[in-house]
């Protein structure tokens, strides 16, 4: 597993965000900017986080609830996060209020498992951008 980045993989509409490096906000915008520049905001994503060094504030965690809720949310496709089987507290806490401030607003999953997580992605429709 190399730095931390992500891979798009078209034929199956989905997104992996991995590798090792420092999660935070400026990574993610930088990835939402991506996505947006490649046209695959629709596409499922599966984050595989439990190598990556988490850094939010406070503050950064309600703005990622507050990006990830707004981003396109009639046509964003799914968010699968891969936590891992035995993951630091921290990261379960981080997990479990980040999808408290998300909500209903976008289909989000926490999984301990990537068979889990890719299982239920593959079940989740890529919905049409209406372009």
Not at 28 to 39: F, I
Not at 41 to 66: C, E, G, M, T, W
Not at 79 to 88: H, V
């Amino acid at each position: 597993m190399g730095a931390l980045g992500w891979e798009i993989h078209r034929p199956e509409k989905l997104v992996i965000v991995s590798g090792v490096g420092i999660f935070d906000l400026e990574f993610l915008k930088s990835y939402l900017q991506g996505m947006r520049d490649a046209g695959v905001i629709n596409y499922r994503k599966l984050f595989d986080l439990h190598p990556s060094d988490i850094r939010f504030s406070a503050a950064d965690l309600q703005d990622v609830a507050d990006i990830t809720r707004k981003n396109d949310a009639h046509v964003a496709g799914p968010i699968a996060i891969l936590i891992g089987i035995e993951p630091p507290p921290l990261v379960v806490d981080m997990a479990i209020l980040l999808k408290h401030r998300i909500g209903t607003a976008r289909r989000f999953r926490l999984f301990k498992r990537e068979v889990e997580a890719r299982r239920w992605l593959a079940s989740e429709p890529v919905l049409s951008m209406g372009r």
